[in-house]
Nanobody, 119 residues
Framework: QVQLVESGGGLVQAGGSLRLSCAAS????????MGWFRQAPGKEREFVSS???????RYADSVKGRFTISRVNVEKTLYLQMNSLKPEDTAVYYC?????????????WGQGTQVTVSS
């Protein structure tokens, strides 16, 4: 399994921005679709965004137009640029690798990074 380490979380006011990063341990990163998920207190983990090896992207409706996913394969790094943040974006954000294909469940997860948006 590929090892994933997130960073970039923190506390920000509503309307602000954050950029999350996810560093992967293996060169095979380039072949995996990658994604971001989040889990708010008392709620189930939910899909945020994903990107495949052709740089095709998917977004949850709740973040479309505000969040941008990207990847730099030579750096083995996945990013999530989050703009116009809202208090309801507060959650632990997880990076994930789709080791078995984009339309399956992720096979590798990072440890998560906390994002807190104050009103």
């Amino acid at each position: 399994q590929v090892q994933l380490v997130e960073s970039g979380g923190g506390l920000v006011q509503a309307g602000g921005s954050l950029r999350l990063s996810c560093a992967a341990s293996e060169r095979t990163f380039i072949t995996y679709p990658m994604g971001w998920f989040r889990q708010a207190p008392g709620k189930e983990r939910e899909f945020v965004s994903s990107i495949n090896w052709k740089f095709v992207t998917r977004y949850a409706d709740s973040v479309k137009g505000r969040f941008t996913i990207s990847r730099v394969n030579v750096e083995k790094t996945l990013y999530l640029q989050m703009n116009s943040l809202k208090p309801e974006d507060t959650a632990v954000y997880y990076c994930a690798a789709y080791g078995a294909g984009w339309d399956t469940s992720p096979t590798s997860w990072g440890q998560g990074t906390q994002v807190t948006v104050s009103s």
